[in-house]
């Protein structure tokens, strides 16, 4: 079956760095994304993966690893305002997305 | 680019009633939309993937009789939950494929609208 596997819930620091892996398993593989959604609101679009390496957008970071199924989102710089879930995201060979339970990051002064 | 809106982003309404939402993209086409629903603290759960011009696709366990779904133009589609119940009570969220190139990230991205709550008494 398709499987995206992600922690349920993380805790970091003000001005701290985290990172929050994500693996998955589907049938064929198109990309991976990460959404982030704060409590109550839709998800918004924070990056896409489709090659392996290091994606950078400002204070995020997002990294894939597709031999090893693997990929994670970097948060530096951390602010109060990404206390939020992040989800992870994987396009299979239908480009369908197949969505993990998302990571609930809790940011702490 | 990539703005989608949903209408209305609040609803209660009895047992037994019909409630519709829109969804919209403002600034782009739209040829395919997805319908989602999310429990609290729950992922988000695929119902029904809608094609323009054409009948929508609907997951497992979703009953295409009680969740009527319309994507009559390129830049509308629309969700009618039938005969709701207070376990239809849920946060529904509408999203739709920019198969152009006017959002950020790739034409497979889904661009979500702001959601609506369903509140069923």
């Known amino acids: 079956g398709q499987n995206i596997d992600q922690p349920t819930e993380m805790t970091a620091t003000e001005g701290a760095i985290v990172q929050i892996n994500c693996t998955y398993q589907t049938s064929g593989f198109n990309g991976l994304f990460w959404y982030q959604q704060h409590a109550g609101e839709a998800p918004t679009f924070l990056s896409y993966n489709v090659l392996d390496g290091l994606e950078e957008k400002g204070r995020f970071s997002s990294f894939l690893s597709r031999s090893k199924g693997y990929s994670y989102l970097l948060l530096k710089e951390l602010q109060m305002k990404d206390s939020a879930s992040y989800l992870c995201a994987a396009l299979d060979s239908n480009y369908q997305l197949i969505w993990g339970a998302g990571t609930k990051l809790i940011i702490k002064p | 680019g990539a703005v989608v809106s949903q209408h209305p982003s609040r609803v209660i309404c009895k047992s037994g009633t019909s409630v519709k939402i829109e969804c919209r993209s403002l600034?782009?086409?739209?040829?395919?939309m997805f319908w989602y629903r999310q429990f609290p603290k729950q992922s988000l759960m695929l119902m029904a993937t809608s094609n323009e011009g054409s009948k929508a696709t609907y997951e497992q366990g979703v009953e295409k009789d009680k969740f009527l779904i319309n994507h009559a133009s390129l830049t509308l589609s629309t969700l009618t939950v039938t005969s709701a119940h207070p376990e239809d009570s849920s946060f529904y969220i509408c999203?739709?494929?920019?198969?152009?190139?006017?959002?950020?990230?790739?034409?497979?991205?889904?661009?979500f609208g702001p959601g609506t709550r369903l509140l069923v008494l």
């Open positions: 999203s739709a494929r920019d198969g152009g190139e006017g959002g950020e990230g790739p034409q497979e991205t889904q661009y």
């Open positions: 600034d782009f086409q739209a040829t395919t």
